[in-house]
Nanobody, 125 residues
Framework: QVQLVESGGDSVQAGGSLRLSCKPS????????MGWFRQAPGKEREGVACIFADGTTTYADSDKGRFTISRDNANNILNLQMTSLKPEDTGLYYC???????????????????WGQGTQVTVSS
């Protein structure tokens, strides 16, 4: 089974930036959808950003315009560039891959079947 390893999480002040990376243990073609998800303490895991096989990207309303999801295909890495960070962005960020349902464009945790262990992002005011 493919393993996903996230990195880049850190503690930063509001207004700062971070780049998260997800490195699969083996190559994942861009034809497979991937996503970033966030779980804050006491809350359910929510979709932050997804990139689908056709190249379409989606973002949570609260993150749109501040976050950018992209794939570095040459290095087999999924990135999440985060700017203008807010305290409410705090949480454990997970990388996910492989849709359970072919053709789905719903950026929600139940749609993905392979997950990383997460990387912590903490934003202070």
């Amino acid at each position: 089974q493919v393993q996903l390893v996230e990195s880049g999480g850190d503690s930063v002040q509001a207004g700062g930036s971070l780049r998260l990376s997800c490195k699969p243990s083996q190559y994942i073609s861009e034809t497979y959808s991937m996503g970033w998800f966030r779980q804050a303490p006491g809350k359910e895991r929510e979709g932050v950003a997804c990139i689908f096989a056709d190249g379409t990207t989606t973002y949570a309303d609260s993150d749109k315009g501040r976050f950018t999801i992209s794939r570095d295909n040459a290095n087999n890495i999924l990135n999440l560039q985060m700017t203008s960070l807010k305290p409410e962005d705090t949480g454990l960020y997970y990388c996910a891959a492989f849709l359970k349902t072919r053709g789905s464009t719903y950026c929600a945790a139940p749609n993905f079947r392979v997950w990383g262990q997460g990387t912590q992002v903490t934003v202070s005011s």
